[in-house]
């Protein structure tokens, strides 16, 4: 709804009939009332002005005029906006009208050009309690009775007046505002010069009822004793953030004791500070150094632009210290968080800590034990995968047993261990968001008060049956005992998201609620358990259809359900019921189907099974018959095959294979055959003397029914080993070679580089005299016998095929 003053209305009106009754005709009078309506049209737009309850708003005053003389009824709070504004110094005796008499709060914003606040600006506002004058960036002026006719204001603003001097600030209040307790003045005198609080400031604010200071984003602040002896002492909440702080290099002991009373601290991104107050590194506090302070801000602490990472922030070494409900130390830089607690320390104090946008990649497990009060704690954004593996990841919260609220967003978990949450009962909100989890199956069976489940934007196919069991069954309990919220934890949840919420408590106190505005849809905690799992990979198929139904068909509360999407046939597709029944049916088809190919399979693989079986027992038998065959043939008399094996080495060779491979060799032989006699043939031993010796070779070879040369150097460089190779290839005797390690057979003539080529091979080698052979002996005298009854099976069936044949058996190759 929009208002002109009536005052103005009148002299328009006036006027305007006047105007009218002199205009010389019809035209004329109708191109004046177009223009009239024009110009209260555009004044009315220029001044923009909405009421909304006890909530006045004017924006876009451009002109002295656009002020309101006049407010609608029942207004308390007036916003006064001016971003187009061209005039250099307000308006006087603008607020005289009666009602303005009763407003208690007054914003006069964004006026860019003034530079100058006279003293008559704010007469008539004597009700008025808070007072903001803000981001005017060219005022620099300040009347010293400016605040003179307001003796009663309690809050006063002026921030973002980046030219305004503080002398100019101290002149003003000197002796004229005897209740103000909230001072904010952010990123005033933005030049090289320091801002001085000492003597004349503690003059200004000589009563002392100040409590609460906001002197944040400052170039450069130099604190005199005086302020700290008389002033600071009575703070409750003081803001220094994004400042460069100065203390006098000869604080006494007593004076460092100068935040005695204060409940708010807060030190985000503070430069740096001279004398004991920084120690170890490049920022470092002293937790005794702030006694009081239940809520404690040291983040953003280091330069974005450092490299240093600090292992170590705060070493409590005292534990008759007051620890604060609430430490900030988030946007540190941080990777190893080693917060060292002497003896006995424990922090029994602390409910909240801010941990967020660090590079933390190990908290020692020492740390959260400490803290048996803990109540929130945030994790997010740090690089916590690289200890999930670890035993202290899976016991981070083991001891900390009012744990209501934990956030670990952006920390590129994969997994979390199942038992992360076994001890914390109290456990209300878990957000895993944006991170990289496949698999989430925690145990939920203590965690009755869970409100809250956040795996949004992660990398989830489906949740496993066993973890929707135990979310029913926490939600049919809630329902059955009817939990309401708790206000405390929502009080916590909600300071926790907004630091700016805090201060306003510490304004108007816990119960004055109704002065703090929040986002119910953001901070108030759901009555029963919810869970958000927005934004996954979920795959529709019959491995899912539990998880789907589960969605869909039961009663759960599930943040943005009707968004959720899956994989289905290559497509993204909203999970419906639609989509639920087609993968029932298509899934039932395919058990069909499975179920007949499943048969088929089964009787296929019988079959195979008793075929294989059958051709097992077969060779098996085979084996057994064939050597039978052998047995007969090497040990009747007057047998066709007097040796199993003629064995072929070189006589430089006869030493090592007289001592490791011919015992070895007849050995195992022997008692594979049950024989005493021999049934390795060897030239040695059977060549008859006086005979010529490739006769020899060619009686033996034909006497025995496999060939074992010993490769050597020694062999390949004999006439008469490779005669005897050349002999048996000829007679396609079957060949078991044992060669040496190492040797060089690529000068070997071509028969015997075939035979290598061929034929798999046992080798051997004799190191100081320790002789070793693979295979095994067992290994190589079961391929002679296999070679041994082809061989013999090779001969019978020649010999049965061929009868009439009289030709000598040494002339025939078997």
Sequence with gaps: MAFISIRVYMSLVYSSIHAFDRLPNACSRIMYLSILVTVLAISEAKSNCTVNGINYICNNIATHTDFPLVLPTNVLKVTLRGTNAIFKSFPLERFTHQTWANVSKLSVLEFTNVDRIESGFLNGLKELKVISISSCTLLKVIDHDTFKSTPNIEELHLDFNSRLQLYMVESALFDKISNLRYLSIIAIQRSKQHVVLGKNFSMALHRKNLTYFDISRVNAIYVEHVIVQELLTNLIYLNLSYSTIIFPQGLSNKSKSFLKNMQLLDLTGMQYMIGKYMIQGEKQFKAAEFPMAKHLFLKDMFNPDSKVSLDVIIRFE?????????????????????????????????????????????????????????????????????????????????????????YSRYNHLTFVPSDLFLSNSKIQIIDLSENELTYFNINLHKAENLKLINLARNRLRSLPVSFLVQFESIRWKQKTEINQRSYATNVLFKQFHDKSLIGKMYRYGYNASEEIQFDESHYIIPQYIMIDILENQFVCDCDTLAFMEWILLKNIDIINKTVLSCKYSNNQKLLSNELFQNVQTNCQLASNIGIGVASSIAIIISIVTFAITIRLRRKWKRQNIDLENLKKEILQENANFEFLVFLSYCSRDAQIVEENILPSLNKNLRETFNTERDIVCTGDNYFVPGMRIIEEIHRCLNKSLVVVPVITPAFLQSDWSQEECVAAVERNKKVVILMKKHTDTSKAILTIQDLIGQYTRGTWSDNEGVFDIRPSWNAICEGIIRAASEALRHYRRRKFTEPAKDAPLAEEPL
Excluded: H
């Design 318 to 406: 005292n534990c008759d210290i007051k620890f604060p409900k609430m430490l900030d130390l988030s946007k540190n830089r941080l990777t190893r968080l080693n917060i060292t607690f002497l003896g006995a320390c424990r922090a029994n104090e602390l409910e909240t800590i801010n941990l967020a946008s660090n590079n933390i990649e190990y908290i020692s497990p020492n740390i959260l034990s400490m803290l048996p009060s803990l109540k929130i704690i945030d994790l997010s954004n740090n690089r916590l995968m690289k200890m999930q593996d670890l035993y202290e990841f899976s016991n981070m919260f083991s001891q900390n047993n009012d744990l209501e609220i934990v």
